[in-house]
C-alpha cells in the first residue's frame, strides 16, 4: 500500500514564498492520483486539487485555483504545493491522500499523509 | 459545486450508545459518498466508501447506507476510541466536496 510522508512544519512571513512536499514510500506512485486538502485551524475539510504524477495531469478547486500551484516530480515520487505569495489566512494543516482515480466517481482519499502544518505571522 | 451538509454537527453520547449521523447533498450522488474519522492532530481515516463499503481494518461497529441525496452513518455500539470527528465527502464530481463535520463526545 501506498504510504504519503510529508515536509515538516513551516513559519513563514506574508509576502513569502513556500513550497510543501508528499513523498510516497510505495511502487504505485505514478498509478495514483495525489489530492491536496486544507485544513484551517479548528474547521473542516477542503479539498483544493488534484495531480496525476505520471502526466501532471492537474485539478484545481474553484476555490484554490491561481491561489496555489500544485506540481509532482514522479523521478522521485513527491507532490507539491506551492504558494507564491503567502497571506496569513493560509495558516492551516494541509494533507495529502492518496485517490485512485478521481474520472471514476468511486473513488476516496485513502491513505493520508500526516499533515503539514503551515503557520504564516508577521 | 455539490453542497455536503451533516447532522448533528456535534453529539454527546455514552459509551454502548448507538449513534447516527447524517449527510444530504445538494443533489443526487447516487452512492458515490465517503466517510472518515478524524481524531485531534491526526489526519483524517478512511472508514466507508461508496455510501455502505467498509474499508479493511474499520470495525464492524460502523455501517453506512444511502444514496441519492441521504446518506447515514451509523455506530452501533460506541467504544471509547470512536469519540472524533466525521466527515462526509461526494465523490460524485468535481470539485470533491465535505462536509461541515460531525464532532461525537462523551456524555
Known amino acids: 500500500e501506498e504510504q504519503l510522508v510529508q515536509s515538516g512544519a513551516e513559519v513563514k512571513k506574508p509576502g513569502e514564498s513556500l513550497k510543501i512536499s508528499c513523498k510516497g514510500s510505495?511502487?504505485?506512485?505514478?498509478?495514483?492520483?495525489i489530492a491536496w486538502v486544507r485544513q484551517m485551524p479548528g474547521k473542516g475539510l477542503e479539498w483544493m486539487g488534484i495531480?496525476?504524477?505520471?502526466?501532471?495531469?492537474?485539478r484545481y478547486s474553484p476555490s484554490f485555483q491561481g491561489q496555489v500551484t500544485i506540481s509532482a516530480d514522479k523521478s522521485i515520487n513527491t507532490a507539491y504545493l506551492q504558494w507564491n505569495s503567502l497571506k496569513a489566512s493560509d495558516s492551516a494543516m494541509y494533507y495529502c491522500?492518496?485517490?485512485?482515480?478521481?474520472?471514476?466517481?468511486?473513488?476516496?482519499?485513502?491513505?493520508w499523509g500526516q499533515g503539514t502544518l503551515v503557520t504564516v505571522s508577521s | 459545486d455539490i453542497q455536503m451538509t451533516q447532522s448533528p454537527s456535534s453529539l454527546s453520547a455514552s459509551v454502548g450508545d448507538r449513534v447516527t449521523i447524517t449527510c444530504q447533498a445538494s443533489?443526487?450522488?447516487?452512492?458515490?459518498l465517503n466517510w472518515y474519522q478524524q481524531k485531534p492532530g491526526k489526519a483524517p481515516n478512511l472508514l466507508i466508501f461508496?455510501?455502505?463499503n467498509l474499508q479493511s481494518g474499520a470495525p464492524s461497529r460502523f455501517s453506512g447506507s444511502g444514496s441519492g441525496t441521504d446518506f447515514t452513518l451509523t455506530i452501533s455500539s460506541l467504544q471509547p476510541e470512536d469519540f472524533a470527528t466525521y466527515y462526509c465527502?461526494?465523490?460524485?464530481?468535481?470539485?470533491?466536496?465535505f462536509g461541515q463535520g460531525t464532532k461525537l463526545e462523551i456524555k
Open positions: 491522500a492518496t485517490v485512485e482515480d478521481p474520472m471514476v466517481r468511486a473513488s476516496w482519499f485513502d491513505p
Open positions: 510505495g511502487h504505485t506512485f505514478t498509478t495514483y492520483w
Open positions: 495531480i496525476y504524477p505520471s502526466d501532471s495531469d492537474t
Open positions: 443533489q443526487s450522488i447516487s452512492r458515490y
Open positions: 461508496a455510501a455502505s
Open positions: 465527502q461526494q465523490s460524485y464530481s468535481i470539485p470533491y466536496t
